[in-house]
Every structure is written in C-alpha cells, then in structure tokens.
C-alpha cells in the first residue's frame, strides 16, 4: 500500500482510464435478494459502459452479528482464531450471492475472499492491521473481464489464517484495495444518502454535507459517527484516495471526503463540523496495576483511553464494546470491580485548540439540558463528554441545535 504521504493534498481527477471502479456496498446495501440484484444490476451497467468494476462487500444485513450471537451461545470467550474463521463467512455468502446475480443478468463475476485477493494483515484476530495488499490475483480477474467482488472486512495472516479487521472494516478493505489499484476514488454506497452533521436517525435537523474535510471526518468516525470506519479515513488520507460516501439506493451525489487543511479557524472562532455519538461507553472500575491494565487491553487491540486514580482505579476504553473490554481483562486474570453504563457525545472542531470557547460552550449546552457530564476530555480537534446513556440522544440534539447550523458546509455557525 505504497502511496502518497499523510497530509498532502489529493488530486481531484477522476481515475486512471486503466484503473477500475472501486466500489463497497455495506450490509444493507446487501440486505436481501433484490437488493443483491440491484447492485448487480449497477456493477454490470458501469461495466458496459467500459469500467472495470472491483466492489467490496460486507455481509448482508445484520448477519455479522448474527454470527457473534452464535458464538456467544457456545462459549463466553470463544478461541480469537475460531471467531474469526466463523465471522469472515458473512462476507463470502453476500459475495458468492452476488457473483451469481452478476451471472444471472449475463455478465461475469468472480468472488474472491481476503486471502484470495491478497489481503495481508496482522494476527490480532478480531481486530486485524492490514499490513498491504498484492492486487494482482485482482487486477488479473479485472483484465480478464470480471466483476471482481472481494469479501470486506477479512485479510489473512502471517500464518495464513483467515482474520478480522474489526467491526465496520469493510470501509477499511475498500479503501486499501483501492489504493492497492492506484485508483484515486473509493465510492463507498450506504443506507444514508451522504455524511450528516450528526447522525440523522438521532438528528433530524442534521445538514447533509457536499464535502467534509479528511480530518474532520476522522474525528467524527473516531467519536462515533459510524458512517465511516475510522481506519478507512485514515488510509484515504495516507493513500490519497478520495472518499465518496452515497447512497446505494439512487444515483445522486452524495458526500466526497477529501481535500486539504485549509483554513479552520478564523479570528480566534473554530467552526464546528459536526456532532457524533455512542450509546456504549463505560466506566470501569479495576483492583489491578495501570500498566496490566494497558497491556491487557494492548493485546485484543484496544487503547486505553482516560485513568482516574484515587483509592481505586477507574479507566475508559473509547469505541470498545464493553464485552470486549472485559474478555480482554478476564484474559489477563484482571477482575472488573464495577463498571457505569454511560454513552458519549464528541463535538469536532479542528481549531479547537486556539479556541477553547467551544468546549465552554459544550458545558454551557449541557448544563442548560440538565445533562451531567461524567468525564470530559479535550484534545486539538474535539471535546468528549461522557454522559448517561439515557442522555445521550438530548445531549447531541442540544449539541447540534446549539453549535451547529447553516447549509451545507459553508456556513457552519462558529463557537467564540
Ligand atoms: P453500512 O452497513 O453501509 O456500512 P452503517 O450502518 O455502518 O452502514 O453506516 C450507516 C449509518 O451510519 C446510517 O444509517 C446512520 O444512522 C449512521 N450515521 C452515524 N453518524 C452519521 C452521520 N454523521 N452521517 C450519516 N450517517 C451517520
Ligand atoms: N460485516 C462486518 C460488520 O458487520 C463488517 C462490515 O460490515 O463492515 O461489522
Ligand atoms: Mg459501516
């Protein structure tokens, strides 16, 4: 995955005429049997009007978690490696599914798993790194005049065993294989028809927005906003390959994540990009070294986030599930005391740090609803609340409603 440096500005032309169309459909977009006709319908067209055509597929519709629910009925701490073999099917069925679909319209597709399309990670199983991709098995089948449909979501690792790449990764397979292909676009097709100002389910005065800045859009993924795995902006941005984020149910534009720093902070004042959320953040409470406690983590692949210390030891782990956290420490002998179901809210503003009035005005916002902030923590580009779980959707409604209006990108209100 050779390619551009981090940071630098990626070019706006459409792709090579020699690279093909790079495409994800996500677990909705693959939800039932017409749906899985209609995306094939919309491979073979492109592939008619002269594209080559590579898509990536999640598993249809909520089978992925389906398979977790499997698991979880046979053992509470299932070997990683056997989760990950029973995981990866969800993305082979959509994919077979659809390579047949492609044949029923008359036109040619080949399904290819991760190993088969030379995806090479890591061995954190669960929660695999890719370490690059060998496009040619791909670009051969794209030469050779097939819809290629490569399972999202899986790579293979050092051992050869089949691994995860953590729940949504499929964004992530999309935009590594399209950088493994030189391509310079990624169109990733969802349920929504763009990338909001917050999450419209939760939000319905939510703006949608035309373009988003790589790095406000990182930070919202990272504080919730589950339209984007976070991975698959990070590796756009490393790989210069720009982001199209629409609808997999029309054909209008949708939301294109690319473009420069630019100019956030104007005269002291941060725009505000957006409002995320999460329903499952906790608080733990742990009788155990700091350091165990990291290492624990460390080792299923999670970060610990903000420590507490007084005559006990209470920590937070941003975006893990909490059972996740607890398999990992129960692995490592360490026992949770107590743990406080709360969720989050995180309000993105690159300037942020020149322009600390949005975090006051954050605490304003919530003080004004009643809401009681558990734990707040601020870096350079965002402010994180941890909240009550059953405050978080009034917390980011106030939050949006307050500190975010205006159309479209260009007039996003500015907090003093
Ligand atoms: P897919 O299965 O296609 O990967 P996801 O469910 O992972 O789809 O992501 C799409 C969902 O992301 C939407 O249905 C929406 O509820 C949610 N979402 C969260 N934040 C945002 C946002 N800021 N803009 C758009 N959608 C968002
Ligand atoms: N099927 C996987 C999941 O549900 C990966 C993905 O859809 O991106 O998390
Ligand atoms: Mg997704």
């Known amino acids: 995955m050779a390619g551009r440096r981090s940071g630098e500005s990626a070019p706006r032309s459409i792709s090579g005429p020699q690279a093909p169309l790079v495409w994800k459909f996500g677990g909705t977009s693959v939800g039932d049997h017409d749906r899985i006709r209609a995306v094939a319908q919309r491979m073979v067209d492109a592939q008619r009007s002269g594209r080559g055509v590579v898509a990536v597929l999640s598993a249809m519709g909520k089978s992925t978690d389906a398979l977790v629910a499997q698991a979880a009925a046979i053992s509470a701490n299932p070997p990683l490696r056997e989760l990950d073999a029973l995981l990866s099917v969800g993305e082979q069925i959509s994919c ?3 390579a047949m679909a492609v044949a029923e319209l008359g036109g040619r597709a080949v399904s290819l798993t991760g190993p088969q399309a030379g995806i090479r990670t890591d061995a954190t199983h669960g929660g695999a790194r890719m370490l690059g991709i060998d496009p040619a098995r791909i670009r051969a089948a794209v030469e050779d005049g097939a819809i290629v449909l490569v399972t999202g979501f899986q790579g293979e690792s050092p051992d050869g065993d089949t691994t995860t790449l953590g729940r949504g990764g499929s964004d992530a397979s999309a935009v590594a294989v399209a950088a493994a292909l030189g391509a310079r676009e990624c169109e990733i097709f969802t349920d929504v028809p763009a990338v909001f100002t917050a999450d419209p389910r939760v939000v ?28 698959s902006v990070e590796l756009g941005m490393a790989h210069g390959v720009d982001i199209h984020l629409r609808s997999s149910f029309g054909t209008e534009e949708g939301t294109w994540i690319r473009g420069g720093a630019g100019d956030f902070e104007v005269a002291g ?15 733990y409470t742990i009788d155990a070294p700091l350091g165990a406690v990291a290492a624990a983590l460390a080792a299923r692949g999670l970060v610990l986030g903000a420590v507490v210390s007084g005559p006990a030891t209470t920590v937070s782990v941003p975006a893990a599930a909490p059972e996740a956290v607890v398999a990992a420490l129960d692995a490592a002998g360490i026992a949770v005391a107590s743990r406080e179901d709360l969720g989050s809210v995180g309000v993105v503003s690159l300037g942020l740090a020149r322009a600390p009035g949005v975090v006051t005005a954050t605490l304003d916002v919530l003080a004004a609803a009643g809401i009681t902030p558990r734990l707040v923590t601020t870096t350079p580009a965002r402010v994180s609340v941890l909240v009550a779980a059953d405050r978080v959707d009034d917390a980011t ?20």
Not at 204 to 231: D, K, N, W, Y
Not at 272 to 280: E, F, K, M, T
Not at 397 to 411: I, N, P, S
Request: hydrophobic share 45%.
């Open 96 to 98: 077979a599914l659809t």
């Open 204 to 231: 319905p005065t939510a703006r949608r927005l035309a373009t988003i800045r790589p790095q406000e859009m990182l930070e919202l993924a990272e504080a919730g906003a589950g339209v984007l795995q976070p991975r």
């Open 397 to 416: 409604r106030a939050l949006h409603a307050a500190l975010v209006v205006g159309e479209d990108t260009g007039a996003r209100r500015t907090a003093a």
């Open 269 to 283: 004042t941060a725009a505000v990009a957006g409002v995320a959320h999460r329903r499952d953040e906790h608080l």
